[in-house]
């Protein structure tokens, strides 16, 4: 069975590590590109966007592609999207793989908002931004505050003209978290709900500094069979070949 795993996250690269480890899956895994030197995952990768949900649609006919999991971040909606019209145009089963998103604890001072507009004003002089450069431009004309950015890599202009750039990788520890929010003295944190255990320190860190914590609320799920953890993924893609169903569809015309 060959599947095309969308990814760019630690789940998308525990999955192909699982296929390529059982016997019957030929997996390729895509990357968007958007990381000079991304984490590479086990088996077969390609590099770059396929033009739409047209292009992608294409690709799985020219690929013979059996099955598609998209397993990308929960804010990557475009290609998402893109994944539910081509495979359905396709006739390709589509699984989306996606981390529950983050759950409030006692003590968590969290403010939820419905998008990264809506979380331009936050209740603090001295933010920490761990949005992913998309979000940047929405504080780009905040002169009042000072922001802590923090990306894999550099992120492009425009920034907020007082702000101060961290280039970092995740996991985080809670240590770690606490030691940077008090250095640069962060009053509040921003981030996304993008769920998971790698980024998951700083809303420990904010809750022990009793910071509060604006968060971007997740976009809608799109309107396909989903599951929230690697095993059940694979569960997915081995019940998938021993029915038979997704393949032997091979390349039929779109
Ligand atoms: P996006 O807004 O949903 O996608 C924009 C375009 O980039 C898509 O239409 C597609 O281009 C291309 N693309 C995105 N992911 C792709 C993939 N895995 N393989 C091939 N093309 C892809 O995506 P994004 O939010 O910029 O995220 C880009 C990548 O970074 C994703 O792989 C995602 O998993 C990862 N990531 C995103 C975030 C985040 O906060 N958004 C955080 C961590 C990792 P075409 O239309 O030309 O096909």
């Avoid at 690269?13 to 958007?34: K, Y």
């Avoid at 990768?45 to 047209?54: I, K």
């Avoid at 998103?101 to 936050?122: I, K, N, Q, T, Y």
């Amino acid at each position: 069975m060959r599947v095309l795993l969308l990814g760019g996250t630690g789940e998308a690269r525990r999955l192909a590590a699982g296929l390529t480890r059982r016997a019957g899956f030929d997996v390729i895994t895509s990357l968007a590109g958007r990381v000079a030197a991304p984490a590479l995952p086990a088996g077969r990768a390609r590099v770059g966007g396929f033009g739409g949900p047209d292009g992608l649609a294409a690709w799985l006919a020219a690929e013979r592609i059996d099955a598609v999991v998209d397993a990308t971040h929960p804010f990557a909606a475009e290609i998402t999207a893109s994944a539910v019209t081509a495979t359905a145009r396709a006739g390709v089963p589509l699984l989306v793989l996606r981390r529950p998103g983050w759950c409030a604890r006692p003590g968590d001072d969290w403010r939820r908002v419905p998008s990264l507009a809506a979380a331009a004003e936050p209740p603090g002089e001295r933010v920490f931004l761990t949005t992913g450069r998309d979000g940047l431009p929405v504080f780009a004309g905040d002169e009042r505050r000072w922001f802590l950015m923090r990306s894999v890599d550099p992120p492009p202009p425009p920034l907020p003209p007082r702000s101060t750039v961290l280039l970092a990788r995740g996991p985080y520890t809670v240590e770690g978290e606490l030691e940077l929010m008090r250095r640069y003295a962060v009053d509040v944190l921003v981030t996304k709900d993008s769920g998971g255990e790698m980024t998951a320190a700083k809303l420990t860190a904010a809750r022990l500094l009793g910071l509060p914590v604006v968060m971007v609320d997740r976009p809608p799920a799109p309107e396909a069979p989903a599951v929230a953890t690697v095993d059940a993924a694979e569960a997915w893609l081995e019940r998938l070949i021993q029915t038979g169903a997704g393949t032997g569809r091979r390349a039929g015309p779109l």
